[in-house]
């Protein structure tokens, strides 16, 4: 075999194993699932070019320019996850896998259909997907380099590097990749396309290892290590049943359709199993919270109910009257409606219903922080900036008071090692707002676009189910709960929630008097 051969059999190996590493990791990486697409359609037009030098069938050829159209909405996948605007982009992105997958799909037609190859061979044809790609692959570049930019302007030297390696990465993949379409459209440019996938696959797997997209425990190891089995055995497989039919073009594509199903189905077992374990762990550590909330919070009134019950049973032994004790039994009717209260604030916990009253927003901001600085001292200085004269708000207090606690709770904890905790109240139109400000570490686009989603957690011990609450509570009061972060700068959380009308407004202890 030639050396060019060789160079894509070698750059379909690498780009194998790097889709096997990141399936391992959807759902738990925004990058997982457009780089392993982008992976796999990657060594699926380096294995074409190999197929095509090796049997000069014009199929592969075809085959190539498919895979090759497909790495277009891969790419711009993986540019919007990586600057976060994934889901603000996503009727774009869903648009352009619509057409470059039509474009695709017709280019297997072709395969089988010898006038509409003719067509797809020309000029005009490649002038006109060039004229279509070369915008969209812009955009996406203007987008990176903005957010490499802000990285730059914020002193965010880990993301600057970070972005700084996908800008490299992906001009070597895609601008090489433009040579053999040009190439193809017999143009005086010679075809690097293999060695660009080949220079862009090392730098592509740095960056995504700072982001620790493949993790660090033993699982991620041994999900590697399967993963290169993985992409050995199939150019194995590959090369030997171009051994075997070298000389039937139809054997050959079902060979190794076969062979890259059989491949990726290997890949999704390991990715299945995966994916379940996670989940069990995630359902595990929801629960465990869940039920030590519940514990602490029904343990003070069962031991109260035990205390009256236990003094009043020895009195009835004694053959002392309880009338002198109408005290205890009041206590024990208190703690039964406090059970009560507590069971029915539960409910309302899992279904969001909030019982809305008119409530005073900085009395229960006060109340919050009164109990969390005493829960969480250390060396994080708390400060308060209360509006005066703030508006009530209809709302349900036990709700709120779990959301602020959530929040006060995540900035504590971002700032292990000391900062300074901000809560501030305001007026805003017809709406009261809560900020709670930390100086922590901040967040990168990433995280940011899926701080609010359910289960998502950057914590060893978290369950993911703060934020996602806390956005719930806000939307169940007809408010707002918004997000603003940045790798070095801490994290602004924002509670916007409705003013409830003046005749509704709490009285004050006087007033009730």
Known sequence: MTGAMWLSLLACAGQLALAGIALARVGRSPLALPLSLLSIALSTWNFSAFGLARSGDTGWRLMGFAAALMTLPCAVHFILAFVGRRRRSARVLYGTYAVMGALALTMLIAMGVPALEERINTFRFGLAVAVGVIPILATGFVLLTRHLRHASAEGSPDERARAGLMLLGLTL?????????????????????????????????????????????????????????????GVLAYLTLFRVFAAESGALVVGTTAITFSLLAAARRGVTAFVTQRERLEQLATLGRFSAQ??????????????AAQYLKEEHARGHSWDAHGDFLDLLLEQVERLDRVAGTYQRLARVEPLRRPLDLNRLVEGVLSLQAFATPGAVELKKELAPDLPACAGDEDLLANALENLVR??????????????????????????????????????????????????????????????????????????TSGEGHGTLLRLRLPAAPASQAPQSEGEAA
Do not use: C, W, Y
């Open 173 to 233: 993949l895609v601008a090489l990749l433009l040579t053999d379409l040009a190439a193809d459209m017999a143009l005086p440019v010679p075809k690097l396309g293999n060695v660009g996938t080949l220079l862009g696959l090392p730098v592509m797997a740095t960056a995504s290892l700072r982001f620790q997209l493949f993790g660090k425990d033993a699982r991620a190891t041994n999900a590697a290590m399967h993963a290169v089995v993985l992409a050995l055995v």
């Open 294 to 307: 519940m514990a602490h919070d029904l343990k003070n009134p069962i031991a109260a109910l035990k205390g």
């Open 410 to 483: 995540n900035a504590f904890e971002a700032m292990p090692e000391g900062g300074t905790l901000t809560v501030r109240t305001q007026r805003d139109g017809d709406a009261v707002v809560v900020e709670v400000r930390d100086t922590g570490a901040g967040m990168d686009a990433r995280t940011r676009e899926r701080a609010f989603d359910d289960f998502f957690t950057t914590k060893a011990t978290g369950s993911g189910l703060g934020l996602a609450f806390v956005r719930r509570v806000a939307e169940a009061h007809g408010g707002t709960a918004s997000l």
